[in-house]
């Protein structure tokens, strides 16, 4: 995606300015910005990341997509039904969610893959307004303990009431439900912590609670 010369874009995070800036001068025809949402505005089942991979949506400028995480991760929407067309690792292959949205807590690529919690509370307000066109009885699909953590406290709920676990459901009020994965990053599936079984499993239990794709 080209640049706008004089495009205004996000300074909030001191370390994540400096690491996109780096980027930019190391890749400068990568993205290198604040990577939106991608998927329908108006989804049952809102799915929320942790923030862009340096290599993957930070390079493309879509959520998830070139790197190994969104291979899985878009294998699995597809198995689900909750995808139509074909997922190249790239922004023009096509690729359409159904009734899905994908998110993440941060919208830059940040050091060492992890955000800090002053760079999650300044993207709250990013994460809160793509949740605001969102129906009532949305279910929410958390990847890893800092979404699901950061989704918690955006919505202004305890964290000790709803308790991070593999393929957890809970309800949160409104008809609303979240529901975990751990994240399906190469570490995890690498170290055996997530299989492609165990992911499916979470996924499906997601759409099947929001009633969408193969469950509809």
């Known amino acids: 995606m080209p640049k706008s010369e004089g495009e205004k874009v996000c300074q909030l995070c001191p370390r994540l300015v400096a690491l996109r800036n780096e980027a930019n ?13 991608f998927g329908d505005k108006a989804a049952k089942l809102a799915i929320i990341g942790m923030a862009p991979g340096m290599g993957g949506a930070n390079r493309t400028g879509r959520p998830f997509t070139g790197d190994h995480a969104g291979d899985l991760l878009f294998q ?3 198995k689900a039904g909750l995808s139509k067309g074909k997922y190249d690792r ?13 998110v993440n807590v941060v919208r830059c690529v ?4 992890k955000p800090v919690a002053a760079e999650v509370k300044n993207c709250r307000g990013f994460l809160l307004d793509t949740f605001k066109n969102l129906p009532p009885n949305c ?22 009431s709803f308790p991070f676990a593999h393929a957890a459901r809970h309800e949160i009020g409104n008809n609303s439900v979240l529901i975990d994965s751990y994240h399906c990053s190469r570490y995890n599936t ?7 079984e165990m992911f499916e499993t979470a996924m499906f239990l997601a759409a099947k609670n929001a009633r969408i794709g193969n469950w509809a």
């Open 110 to 113: 940040p050091p060492q893959n």
């Open 90 to 102: 790239r922004t023009d292959d096509g690729l359409e969610l159904i009734d899905t949205i994908i």
């Open 76 to 78: 699995t929407l597809d």
């Open 139 to 160: 279910t929410y699909f958390a990847l890893g303990r800092i979404a699901h953590d950061a989704f918690l406290t955006a919505m202004d709920l305890r964290r000790a």
């Open 190 to 196: 690498n170290t055996g912590l997530l299989t492609t």
């Open 25 to 37: 001068i190391k890749n400068p025809d990568w993205h290198n910005r604040p990577v939106s949402a």
